[in-house]
């Protein structure tokens, strides 16, 4: 267990609808990234927070947004939802950059859209 | 941008070693790591290494780095059929800069 938790573990929606996939990180851990791993795209970094700031944007869909709250959990939002954005989306967590940068990945949420 | 490749698949039998390369083309990364990804869950770190160091080993398992040829591999000792699982190298230069993953190697450890 890495500490990370994401919740729904499974979503099903159909085209056009809007979802939030949530994950509170690690105690303790100040950034938050979420990731977009598809079958034919592998494992694509989309944006990270530091503390409540976005530190790092990726290949983010203009369709999607992300935000870290005060109590550092953070919330991607998906939205007008096509069939390609159906995949596995992994937050991760890690300390304040001290040397190593290690991230620790959550179970992950399971979208699929019909 | 950055750019990680590894093969896409190995097979080894049980108790041999497994040898998973990967290449990378930013010569800033600082920080190397190696995750592992069981079917059906979230990515695991494995371990880690810095750009200054050559190797690490960790248990069953060793890192090596070739900075010259940005190449980084991972060999695990006395393969088991627990270490099926697709492993992913990823690169970063460190700081609030992003991570950049390769595009996972499965290993398939035959009994």
């Known amino acids: 267990d890495s500490g990370v938790t994401q919740t729904p573990k499974h979503l099903i929606t159909a085209t056009g609808q809007r979802v939030t996939l949530r994950c509170s990180p690690r105690s303790g851990d100040l950034s938050v990234y979420w990731y977009q791993q598809s079958l034919d795209q592998g494992l694509q970094f989309l944006i990270q927070?530091?503390?409540?700031?976005?530190?790092a944007k990726g290949n983010i869909l203009e369709r999607f947004s992300a935000q870290q709250f005060p109590d550092l959990h953070s919330e991607l939002n998906l939205s007008s939802l096509e069939l390609g954005d159906s995949a596995l989306y992994f937050c991760?967590?890690?300390?304040?950059?001290?040397?190593?940068?290690?991230?620790?990945f959550g179970p992950g949420t399971r979208l699929t859209v019909t | 941008g950055e750019d990680v490749e590894q093969s896409l698949f190995l097979s080894v039998r049980e108790g041999d070693s497994s040898v998973i390369n990967c290449t990378y083309t930013?010569?800033?990364?600082?920080?190397l790591y190696w995750y592992k990804q069981e079917p059906g869950a979230g990515l695991q770190l494995l371990t880690y290494?810095?750009?200054?160091?050559d190797m690490k080993q960790d248990q069953r398992l060793t890192v090596l780095l070739n900075k010259k040829d940005k190449h980084l591999s991972l060999r695990i000792a006395d393969t088991q059929t627990g270490d099926s699982a697709i492993y992913f190298c990823a690169v970063s230069p460190g700081g609030y800069q992003k991570v950049t993953f390769g595009t996972g190697t499965k290993l398939q450890v035959i009994p």
């Open positions: 927070y530091y503390n409540g700031e976005e530190r």
């Open positions: 930013d010569s800033s990364s600082t920080y």
């Open positions: 991760a967590s890690s300390a304040p950059p001290s040397g190593g940068y290690e991230q620790y």
């Open positions: 290494i810095f750009s200054n160091m």
